[in-house]
């Protein structure tokens, strides 16, 4: 039977490891000098264990070799079991280096021991840890996946590993509060432990092309950006989801916010991010015109405008599968080299942006400084 005809956008997903194919084996697959063991970090909810965290298998996932698909189709929803299927676990969606040949997750660590059968049962050879301690003795590097919105647990189930040195990934939020991230920070830069944390925003496709932009300076230099995300506003879900547009602007207009002005009515929310030496940008939670996109950013420079939204090539899944993959391959560099790829100070923000925000909203929208809530 003939294999089913490529369509531009998986053509262009295998050229670059096509490039690189040998003898029907990809150089991108030969043995490694090194294979890196991953130890993953499942959070809780409330002090719940969540068996099918999706900030775990999905976003880890890309760290594991093999994939036992049916039992993801056993463990998980069916939405998820077809993405896993025909999305993340498709060849044909391999970009140019995926599954990643030097990295394995090992480990599995749930508060609830038994939370932890159903994530090895899909990724073979992965096994649960008893305590934390246990696997921060026999893994490289630790993934943390959060499961509430909150990351109130994330410090006590990322300190041995900080503490011990090893690379971190801590899924946003990555503390809840500012004292809570910067004692984060804080701990991971006292023991020299590489940390990464960031929204899957931060790897977007058309992010990644509009930063190529914005440092290219070909269309003059970057002068404001709207980040903008579908409906679904709550003073609760801010805490949570407003971190992602936080993210696209700290990612594309750097640190240095000097303050936030946040108005919400009905569903949505508009915030205005300030910065003492440039142009201002905007966060909108709750657009109804961009339905069934997700998010959308605008980037304006002096002379061209950039617009993107997750989806590749109007493929919103083959986009997510892309910002996913990126994320966890930003992490795999940065155990490899030990170089974090996003500043401190940028994560310290965005924590102080979403907290800037919620005080502004209770305060009559007006400007509330970022020193106010960072102390």
């Given at each position: 039977?003939?294999?089913?005809?490529?369509?531009?956008?998986?053509?262009?997903?295998?050229?670059?490891?096509?490039?690189?194919?040998?003898?029907?084996?990809?150089?991108?697959?030969?043995?490694?000098?090194?294979?890196?063991?991953?130890?993953?970090?499942?959070?809780?909810?409330?002090?719940?264990?969540?068996?099918?965290?999706?900030?775990?298998?999905?976003?880890?996932?890309?760290?594991?070799?093999?994939?036992?698909?049916?039992?993801?189709?056993?463990?998980?929803?069916?939405?998820?079991?077809?993405?896993?299927?025909?999305?993340?676990?498709?060849?044909?969606?391999?970009?140019?280096?995926?599954?990643f040949p030097d990295t394995s997750m090992t480990h599995y660590y749930d508060a609830d021991p038994t939370a932890a059968g159903p994530f090895c049962d899909?990724?073979?050879?992965?096994?649960?840890?008893?305590?934390?301690?246990?696997?921060?003795?026999?893994?490289?590097?630790?993934?943390?996946?959060?499961?509430?919105?909150?990351?109130?647990?994330?410090?006590?189930?990322?300190?041995?590993?900080?503490?011990?040195?090893?690379?971190?990934?801590?899924?946003?939020?990555?503390?809840?509060?500012?004292?809570?991230?910067?004692?984060?920070?804080?701990?991971?830069?006292?023991?020299?432990?590489?940390?990464?944390?960031?929204?899957i925003f931060r790897h977007e496709f058309g992010m990644e092309h509009a930063l190529r932009l914005r440092d290219a300076g070909e269309f003059g230099k970057?002068?404001?950006?709207?980040?903008?995300?579908?409906?679904?506003?709550?003073?609760?879900?801010?805490?949570?989801?407003?971190?992602?547009?936080?993210?696209?602007?700290?990612?594309?207009?750097?640190?240095?916010?000097?303050?936030?002005?946040?108005?919400?009515?009905?569903?949505?929310?508009?915030?205005?991010?300030?910065?003492?030496?440039?142009?201002?940008?905007?966060?909108?939670?709750?657009?109804?015109?961009?339905?069934?996109?997700?998010?959308?950013?605008?980037?304006?420079?002096?002379?061209?405008?950039?617009?993107?939204?997750?989806?590749?090539?109007?493929?919103?899944?083959?986009?997510?599968?892309?910002?996913?993959?990126?994320?966890?391959?930003?992490?795999?560099?940065?155990?490899?080299?030990?170089?974090?790829?996003?500043?401190?100070?940028?994560?310290?923000?965005?924590?102080?942006?979403?907290?800037?925000?919620?005080?502004?909203?209770?305060e009559k929208s007006r400007l509330v400084t970022l020193a106010e809530v960072m102390g």
């Open positions: 039977m003939n294999p089913l005809p490529l369509n531009r956008r998986e053509a262009l997903t295998l050229t670059a490891a096509g490039a690189l194919a040998v003898g029907g084996i990809h150089a991108a697959q030969a043995a490694p000098a090194k294979s890196y063991r991953i130890g993953v970090i499942s959070a809780s909810r409330d002090g719940k264990p969540q068996k099918t965290n999706g900030h775990t298998w999905h976003f880890a996932q890309y760290l594991h070799p093999t994939c036992n698909v049916d039992a993801v189709k056993k463990h998980l929803d069916p939405g998820s079991a077809k993405f896993f299927s025909t999305v993340v676990r498709n060849p044909r969606n391999a970009f140019d280096g995926w599954p899909a990724f073979p050879g992965c096994k649960p840890a008893k305590s934390l301690r246990e696997m921060v003795d026999n893994v490289d590097a630790i993934w943390l996946g959060d499961a509430s919105g909150k990351g109130d647990d994330h410090f006590d189930l990322l300190a041995p590993a900080l503490e011990k040195g090893l690379p971190c990934f801590c899924d946003k939020p990555i503390g809840g509060t500012v004292e809570g991230t910067r004692k984060i920070l804080e701990l991971a830069k006292k023991h020299k432990a590489p940390l990464m944390s960031s929204s970057l002068e404001y950006v709207i980040a903008s995300m579908y409906g679904g506003y709550s003073p609760e879900g801010w805490f949570v989801y407003g971190q992602h547009p936080a993210w696209t602007i700290m990612t594309l207009c750097g640190p240095g916010v000097e303050g936030v002005s946040l108005y919400a009515r009905e569903n949505g929310a508009h915030g205005l991010v300030t910065y003492p030496d440039r142009m201002p940008a905007e966060i909108w939670y709750g657009r109804p015109d961009i339905l069934g996109q997700y998010c959308q950013t605008l980037v304006s420079f002096t002379k061209k405008r950039y617009e993107f939204t997750p989806a590749i090539e109007g493929d919103f899944w083959h986009g997510h599968h892309y910002e996913m993959f990126r994320m966890a391959d930003a992490f795999r560099q940065m155990v490899k080299t030990g170089k974090e790829p996003v500043p401190h100070q940028e994560i310290l923000e965005v924590t102080a942006i979403i907290h800037a925000g919620a005080k502004s909203l209770k």
